[in-house]
């Protein structure tokens, strides 16, 4: 039991690694595999019984599941394809090349590949590609005996049977039970008086995100989805959902910082990956920040004056992006769980110019002390009035521009914070040197 | 249906404001209210009917539910609290004021006061305090049909019983047996043969994200959580799970952004409790960012004789910063979802150096271009260098302190973006007036 389990596969111990194995849940077992090159993985993974093997398989990310996938044979490649849930499988599919795909679909049972393409035809996504079609739908007009009799007969092959839409013979949805209600009633209770009809629902063409924080605001544990005629098509489980805020809180925080989402685990991407999904933010920031090039030079004679000025930039350049960089965080976060809309952005510059010059008074106290005690009364009058214009500046504008992006129908969440922070840098040196200029010159 | 519910509430127009909350759901009125202040948000719940007010009660964060609840009644007040889930109230309790928490617990039926107690008595954050007590748990011997006889006596009562504990008399976790396998199964089958005994369990005292995050990855909607003697004592639900999940997630991305996260609402927390929740960290960064200016001084000769260094300065900074900030909030997530752990240090050490060269690499080609047109060849040789050195320093500094304050046990995400950028700030210059040190003497 020494080691990790990359040092066991490197080792070659097979009696070591079904040791390793048989101690760990399936989901620990597949965050190990997940930190493997492929070749590496597939080692462990082949040692696995059939359905230990399922469950761990589940447990990985869809690119994981790829690289598992292809060093196996047939067989094993067939049973774990097949087994896998409809809307698991659409995901890996979406994701792998024609290659891998077309060996999935061609192995496929034709009722599990029904189901698989349907779900491809939706949009990258979208709730269509996330929902089980496996819904088990009951008719309006039985009784609740007689509709636990549909759940046994239909539910062994579902997702979940714990909500149980109730359709109408077109299968337009008249709202849902949910199991619980079904066992707790009188056996000859009619569904339709069980049926709660208030439901929320989901196209599923509309966005897998926006559907998933809508289950979560509304405790909701399975959501049915529609098609465009209304008819029911399936229903997205809260495990799904999870999942889906979960990868959209990822994104949020890797586009804030600047850097394009990757797929799969932090220990499993390569170098080359991890760069090239920074460096277009870090490039385009650069040419940026060449402005602020611009900016110095246009003032450089004064610089040359009084180069005590530039002593003080890297300090009022950093606080104006720091203040910056927190009022962009916290407009971007509330967007994403619905507590600011486009149309609060009156609201939202209010608020922060009157934020932003509580932090700018406070700071340039500061500021004018330490710049009294380096340079002199001067400057530090000039370093002081331009923390209050900056700061005030900063958070205004860094909380303005991802409200924009919403109005505009970006991801607020690609207004990062290195980027408001660029912008903040140039705009902060003008601001700088127009005060210096005014004060130097009385 | 004209205007915002402020608007409606500020003319004081009943009949508007009735139409305004009979054509929503409760999550959206929730929404509304939760962005009024506390006077105004009475006027409407007061409007609302007994089962629409508890509806919307429950959408409403601990914060909300406080400023609503101390403006009502005795009756209502008494009625709302003694309908509230055992868990959503102690979440309540935990953050209201001494004699708003007299209050409600004096109105309790014994009942309630006593799960409530109960709930008050574990950890602040532990998984005790957002657990439901009111499981329904099943004794080993009896068969499906008694286990669902014994839902129906005791389940209307529980928050969940799609997840049934299996217990023996001494109240030890045996296993579970899900809802569905019970509905599934026929009615002689013995509950011993359903039960799944590799259950995931929390023990109350457990930090709740923790236990949330367990759940999510092994999609478990309900979690038995154990007394220090291993005896049930509760669930945790799936929909708490998720409360706690978002609420930690929103939290490390405030502490990333350097700001403290703040109780309710982005609209409705004053101007004030915003800058406070800021202020500390910007102080302390102008504070640290003050080493700028002493490095700044310690090379002003250079900088007077070479003022074309100084136009380079935010440019240099700037990249730095968004390199090191990339990486932290890199780390910080990776941590968060259980990618990384402490003992992976050197490996990420080695991994981010590497990124931060090819980066730097990369920027120092745009670096150069610039120089050239800008201040000649020197200069930008000394540009190029300065970018490859600092990113690459960046990088692993940034990825670094996280994992740092992981084995430290402080919580990483404290390791802040604009903390890594001021750090970054004050060695980059050192590191640029270094190399300038070395190209221009020769």
Redesign the interface.
């Known amino acids: 039991m020494t080691g990790t389990l990359q040092q066991l596969v490197d080792r070659n111990d097979i009696e070591m690694i079904r040791g390793w194995l048989d101690s760990r849940?399936?989901?620990e077992i597949a965050?190990e595999l997940?930190r493997l090159d492929a070749v590496a993985a597939g080692v462990p993974f082949r040692l696995l019984d059939k359905d230990p093997a399922l469950a761990v398989f589940e447990?990985l990310d869809p690119v994981d599941q790829q690289r598992i996938l292809v060093g196996l044979r047939d067989q094993a490649f067939h049973e774990l394809v097949e087994e896998m849930d409809p809307d698991d499988r659409a995901r890996m599919l979406t994701e792998a090349p024609a290659k891998v795909a077309r060996r999935v679909l061609a192995g496929l049972s034709p009722r599990e590949r029904q189901m698989t393409a349907e779900l491809l035809g939706y949009p990258p996504g979208s709730v269509g590609q996330t929902m089980t079609p496996e819904a088990v739908a009951l008719p309006r007009q039985v009784t609740a005996a007689q509709a636990?009799d549909v759940?046994?007969r239909k539910?062994?092959e579902a997702e979940?049977?714990?909500v149980l839409p109730v359709v109408d013979p077109g299968r337009r949805l008249v709202g849902v039970v949910e199991?619980?209600d079904l066992?707790?009633s009188a056996a000859d209770v009619p569904v339709a008086d069980l049926v709660d009809t208030?439901v929320?629902r989901a196209r599923a063409t509309d966005p897998a995100e926006e559907a998933a924080r809508l289950m979560?605001?509304?405790?909701t544990?399975a959501l049915p989805v529609m098609d465009s005629e209304d008819r029911l098509v399936g229903l997205l489980t809260?495990?799904d959902?999870?999942?889906i805020?979960?990868a959209a809180?990822?994104e949020?925080?890797?586009r804030?910082?600047?850097?394009a989402p990757w797929p799969g685990?932090?220990?499993a991407v390569s170098?080359?990956r991890?760069?090239r999904s920074?460096?277009p933010?870090?490039?385009l920031?650069?040419?940026a920040?060449?402005l602020?090039?611009n900016v110095?030079?246009a003032f450089?004679a004064t610089?040359?004056q009084v180069?005590a000025l530039?002593?003080?930039?890297?300090?009022l350049?950093?606080?104006g992006?720091?203040?910056g960089?927190?009022a962009?965080?916290?407009?971007v976060?509330?967007l994403a769980?619905?507590?600011?809309r486009g149309s609060?952005l009156p609201?939202v510059i209010w608020?922060e110019s009157?934020?932003g010059l509580?932090?700018g008074a406070?700071?340039a106290a500061?500021?004018l002390v330490?710049g009294v005690v380096?340079v002199g009364g001067e400057i530090a009058l000039v370093i002081g009035v331009s923390l209050v214009i900056i700061c005030a500046w900063a958070a205004t504008v860094g909380a303005t521009m991802p409200m924009l992006a919403k109005r505009l129908r970006i991801d607020p969440a690609v207004v990062s914070?290195?980027m408001v922070?660029?912008l903040v840098?140039?705009t902060g040196?003008i601001i700088y040197f127009g005060v210096a200029h005014v004060v130097l010159t009385f």
């Open positions: 849940p399936p989901h965050d997940a447990e636990l759940v046994r539910g062994a979940t049977v714990y199991l619980r066992v707790l208030h929320f979560r605001e509304t405790n544990i809260i495990d959902a999870m999942e805020i979960e809180d990822t949020d925080v890797a804030q910082a600047g850097t685990h932090y220990m170098v080359w991890l760069a920074r460096a933010w870090l490039l920031l650069i040419v920040s060449v602020t090039v110095l030079q450089e610089l040359s180069t530039a002593l003080f930039i890297p300090l350049v950093g606080t992006g720091n203040a960089a927190q962009t965080t916290s407009a976060r509330a769980l619905g507590e600011l609060d609201a608020r009157r934020v509580l932090l406070l700071l500061v500021g330490v380096v914070a290195p922070t660029t840098d140039a040196l």
